[in-house]
Antibody, heavy 120, light 107 residues
Framework: QVQLQESGPGLVKPSETLSLSCTVS????????WTWIRQPPGKGLEWIGY???????KYNPSLKSRVTISLDTSKNQFSLKLSSVTAADTAVYYC??????????????WGQGTMVTVSS | AIQMTQSPSSLSASVGDRVTITCRSS??????LGWYQQKPGKAPKLLIY???SLQSGVPSRFSGSGSGTDFTLTISSLQPEDFATYYC?????????FGPGTKVDIK
């Protein structure tokens, strides 16, 4: 059974870069879309972007200039980097698998989420 | 970006009640809509995809309907484990966007 697990620092200073990884276990990362989604405390969900197993990426325009999502197939991991963070980037960050369930897509597997606080 | 709205934003209901949540998109999205359930401190869970298809393992009391711009999630008989927040998500165009959520709590 495929499982996802986020990891990374829980505290990041303003203006620095937030870096998170998501490890995929129980299955190969060499297929599907691998996605990052975040949720500020007490608020709704925001799609950050995805990386396809081919390396193609798609980002939310609201974050595009600051976001990089990459893939490491040797470690079965994908990663998120968000630069120049501010307090507004404080959120629970989820990784998720986006699959094709014909004829649409859906996020069928999620990590448990990791809280990242931006503060000096 | 496609804007998603949900109504109501919250509701109080009793075990056994029939509950209906509405999601509306700012433009037509065919049936590219999913419903997710989130409990406090947990990741969202996929309930419905393609507007009306039940995800494997999800109880049949959950159902979805709609196409175009108007969608509904129905819980036919609310169970104690169904008290949660429900989000719709459009996967028709980028950026993918979620509705603001509907919190279902105990009356």
């Amino acid at each position: 059974q495929v499982q996802l697990q986020e990891s990374g620092p829980g505290l990041v200073k303003p203006s620095e870069t937030l870096s998170l990884s998501c490890t995929v276990s129980g299955g190969s990362i060499s297929t599907y879309y691998w996605t990052w989604i975040r949720q500020p405390p007490g608020k709704g969900l925001e799609w950050i972007g995805y990386i396809y197993y081919t390396g193609n990426t798609k980002y939310n325009p609201s974050l595009k200039s600051r976001v990089t999502i990459s893939l490491d197939t040797s470690k079965n991991q994908f990663s998120l980097k968000l630069s120049s963070v501010t307090a507004a980037d404080t959120a629970v960050y989820y990784c998720a698998r986006r699959v094709a369930v014909r004829p649409v897509y859906a996020f069928d597997i999620w990590g448990q989420g990791t809280m990242v606080t931006v503060s000096s | 970006a496609i804007q998603m709205t949900q109504s109501p934003s919250s509701l109080s209901a009793s075990v056994g009640d029939r509950v209906t949540i509405t999601c509306r998109s700012s433009q037509g999205i065919k049936n590219d809509l999913g419903w997710y359930q989130q409990k406090p401190g947990k990741a969202p869970k996929l309930l419905i995809y393609a507007a009306s298809s039940l995800q494997s393992g999800v109880p049949s009391r959950f159902s979805g309907s709609g196409s175009g711009t108007d969608f509904t999630l129905t819980i036919s008989s609310l169970q104690p484990e169904d008290f949660a927040t429900y989000y719709c998500l459009q996967d028709y165009d980028y950026p993918l966007t979620f509705g603001p959520g509907t919190k279902v709590d105990i009356k």
